[in-house]
């Protein structure tokens, strides 16, 4: 999804002669879990800072639904700013929360959504308890308008309204504090560098082997490549894709697991800039012709039998595409270096590509949201409707920015980086913050690789001030911290995230992931 590493204009574009090696898929985990680096990761900086995330995300839906909040959404507070996800459909709400027509809602509690959406407790005065209708019998109380178990409700331990500190746990009535250095996660006290459940930060899982050390989870690997990666890519079934350039041959790959590999041999020459449609798994790549060295737009889709992958249309194209995006029934690209966006039908035959404007200042980085598309060029993000009769009008949605290589839709906001400048920065998608943008983290420089996932944006850079290198997560919201995964000095090339993990093309030619 993200674009390879390049620049034709003062940025020399990353190159490597690496030996051609087979690509398999490899069960092993990594050694350590700081990949290449000794000594810990202070991964314990970044727990609360994934709960703001989940919190500000999760409960954006109620704030701001069709009015912007009562409870300051006008104003520009954590209400309001969340709210604007509430008119999308209250994405990035997080267990046992669900998204209830649009409303973030824990089944957990709520007696007219008990379990599930729309489930209405059937009998009068009934409580919901953990996610089940009952009455509010012994061992069970009623604290104000809540039927609570005054046994383990750390807000009404032993008796209603009697909290426990934010170090304590509530066990048989009593408050119990945690050992030094330990947090309370729901009801209980946490080791985060330790415990494979609440590892670095609370309810974040380790997947590998219930591992966690240091705050990490620990890392595997996917596979190797046969060549250097250039992009990656993963859609819904969780199959990750990627492209790999070997010299002679490149080859688009996929891998659902450590145990299954797949190639799509017949990539053309330096393949780059793939996509992944993750529901109708149709993905779109630019390449160089072996014949003559010209440049195509390929697409083609993954399901089916093998041979893995069926080629569905190639065009010719006028130079190296910089990224691809598909959006309905197209795939659109700028090209590297140049000012122009494209688009062609993804059923196409060749030569039916559209110029969809072409007066833009180095188109580089794309991403779409509803029907819109969002264009990073030299100085400013650019939004631009998907459909339409080209030439197409741009909107000037965030001005004064310095080259923003990479930029992501994170709810509730479209999110970049500056090229050599610290920092991740943001606006509302709505465009209800200034035209300049918000800083979302400038604890954060040298990001090399970027996308995002409902409300968090996962990135490779470098965190300040710890001076640690590596793949971090960061909550869309301004103040929060970045949160490390996994902590490499070797290069990502490129990284992509599903429900459950982060995957990461390596410049030493493996495919890496962690416990999202």
């Given at each position: 999804?993200?674009?390879?590493?390049?620049?034709?204009?003062?940025?020399?574009?990353?190159?490597?002669?690496?030996?051609?090696?087979?690509?398999?898929?490899?069960?092993?985990?990594?050694?350590?879990?700081?990949?290449?680096?000794?000594?810990?990761?202070?991964?314990?900086?970044?727990?609360?800072?994934?709960?703001?995330?989940?919190?500000?995300?999760?409960?954006?839906?109620?704030?701001?639904?069709?009015?912007?909040?009562?409870?300051?959404?006008?104003?520009?507070?954590?209400?309001?700013?969340?709210?604007?996800?509430?008119?999308?459909?209250?994405?990035?709400?997080?267990?046992?929360?669900?998204?209830?027509?649009?409303?973030?809602?824990?089944?957990?509690?709520?007696?007219?959504?008990?379990?599930?959406?729309?489930?209405?407790?059937?009998?009068?005065?009934?409580?919901?308890?953990?996610?089940?209708?009952?009455?509010?019998?012994?061992?069970?109380?009623?604290?104000?308008?809540?039927?609570?178990?005054?046994?383990?409700?750390?807000?009404?331990?032993?008796?209603?309204?009697?909290?426990?500190?934010?170090?304590?746990?509530?066990?048989?009535?009593?408050?119990?504090?945690?050992?030094?250095?330990?947090?309370?996660?729901?009801?209980?006290?946490?080791?985060?560098?330790?415990?494979?459940?609440?590892?670095?930060?609370?309810?974040?899982?380790?997947?590998?082997?219930?591992?966690?050390?240091?705050?990490?989870?620990?890392?595997?690997?996917?596979?190797?490549?046969?060549?250097?990666?250039?992009?990656?890519?993963?859609?819904?079934?969780?199959?990750?894709?990627?492209?790999?350039?070997?010299?002679?041959?490149?080859?688009?790959?996929?891998?659902?697991?450590?145990?299954?590999?797949?190639?799509?041999?017949?990539?053309?020459?330096?393949?780059?800039?793939?996509?992944?449609?993750?529901?109708?798994?149709?993905?779109?790549?630019?390449?160089?012709?072996?014949?003559?060295?010209?440049?195509?737009?390929?697409?083609?889709?993954?399901?089916?039998?093998?041979?893995?992958?069926?080629?569905?249309?190639?065009?010719?194209?006028?130079?190296?595409?910089?990224?691809?995006?598909?959006?309905?029934?197209?795939?659109?690209?700028?090209?590297?270096?140049?000012?122009?966006?494209?688009?062609?039908?993804?059923?196409?035959?060749?030569?039916?590509?559209?110029?969809?404007?072409?007066?833009?200042?180095?188109?580089?980085?794309?991403?779409?949201q509803a029907s819109d598309i969002y264009v990073a060029t030299a100085t400013e993000i650019v939004r631009l409707p998907s459909t339409g009769s080209p030439p197409l009008n741009p909107y000037s949605f965030a001005t004064g920015q310095n080259r923003p290589l990479y930029v992501a839709k994170a709810e509730p906001r479209i999110v970049w980086s500056n090229l050599g400048a610290p920092g991740i920065f943001g606006r509302l998608?709505?465009?209800?913050?200034?035209?300049?943008?918000?800083?979302?983290?400038?604890?954060?420089?040298?990001?090399?690789?970027?996308?995002?996932?409902?409300?968090?944006?996962?990135?490779?850079?470098?965190?300040?001030?710890?001076?640690?290198?590596?793949?971090?997560?960061?909550p869309a919201y301004p103040g929060s911290g970045p949160v490390p995964l996994a902590i490499t000095s070797v290069q990502a090339v490129d990284i992509a995230v599903d429900d459950s993990w982060v995957y990461w093309a390596s410049m030493d030619q493996r495919i890496l992931r962690v416990s999202r």
């Amino acid at each position: 999804m993200r674009a390879r590493l390049a620049w034709t204009s003062g940025i020399a574009a990353l190159s490597i002669a690496i030996a051609i090696v087979g690509c398999r898929g490899l069960a092993g985990v990594e050694d350590a879990f700081l990949i290449d680096d000794a000594g810990t990761a202070g991964a314990s900086q970044g727990g609360s800072a994934g709960q703001a995330g989940s919190a500000g995300g999760g409960q954006g839906g109620t704030a701001g639904e069709g009015q912007g909040g009562t409870a300051g959404g006008g104003q520009g507070g954590e209400a309001g700013q969340a709210g604007m996800a509430g008119q999308g459909g209250a994405p990035g709400c997080k267990p046992p929360e669900q998204d209830c027509s649009g409303v973030c809602v824990n089944v957990k509690k709520d007696p007219k959504n008990c379990g599930s959406c729309g489930y209405e407790c059937p009998v009068a005065g009934d409580f919901c308890v953990q996610g089940a209708c009952m009455a509010c019998n012994v061992p069970l109380q009623v604290c104000g308008d809540q039927c609570v178990d005054t046994f383990s409700d750390r807000m009404n331990c032993g008796s209603c309204g009697n909290a426990c500190s934010d170090t304590s746990v509530c066990e048989s009535g009593s408050c119990k504090q945690c050992p030094s250095g330990w947090v309370v996660c729901e009801n209980n006290c946490a080791d985060l560098q330790k415990d494979s459940t609440n590892c670095g930060w609370c309810q974040h899982y380790c997947q590998i082997n219930n591992s966690c050390l240091a705050g990490l989870c620990a890392v595997e690997q996917v596979a190797t490549c046969n060549g250097a990666p250039t992009s990656i890519g993963v859609n819904s079934m969780m199959v990750v894709h990627w492209t790999a350039d070997g010299g002679t041959k490149g080859f688009i790959e996929a891998d659902d697991g450590p145990s299954t590999y797949t190639a799509f041999q017949d990539a053309g020459l330096n393949p780059m800039a793939l996509s992944v449609d993750p529901f109708s798994q149709f993905i779109a790549w630019g390449a160089k012709n072996p014949a003559d060295s010209s440049w195509y737009l390929h697409g083609g889709t993954t399901s089916g039998s093998e041979p893995y992958g069926q080629e569905v249309f190639s065009v010719p194209i006028d130079g190296d595409p910089f990224e691809t995006i598909l959006l309905g029934e197209f795939v659109y690209w700028p090209r590297d270096g140049g000012s122009s966006l494209f688009r062609a039908r993804t059923t196409a035959a060749a030569g039916n590509v559209e110029e969809m404007i072409g007066s833009l200042e180095m188109p580089m980085g794309l991403v779409s949201q509803a029907s819109d598309i969002y264009v990073a060029t030299a100085t400013e993000i650019v939004r631009l409707p998907s459909t339409g009769s080209p030439p197409l009008n741009p909107y000037s949605f965030a001005t004064g920015q310095n080259r923003p290589l990479y930029v992501a839709k994170a709810e509730p906001r479209i999110v970049w980086s500056n090229l050599g400048a610290p920092g991740i920065f943001g606006r509302l998608i709505d465009g209800n913050e200034d035209v300049q943008g918000v800083l979302i983290n400038n604890d954060v420089h040298g990001i090399m690789a970027m996308t995002a996932r409902d409300d968090v944006i996962y990135f490779y850079g470098t965190q300040t001030s710890t001076n640690k290198t590596g793949i971090f997560a960061v909550p869309a919201y301004p103040g929060s911290g970045p949160v490390p995964l996994a902590i490499t000095s070797v290069q990502a090339v490129d990284i992509a995230v599903d429900d459950s993990w982060v995957y990461w093309a390596s410049m030493d030619q493996r495919i890496l992931r962690v416990s999202r």
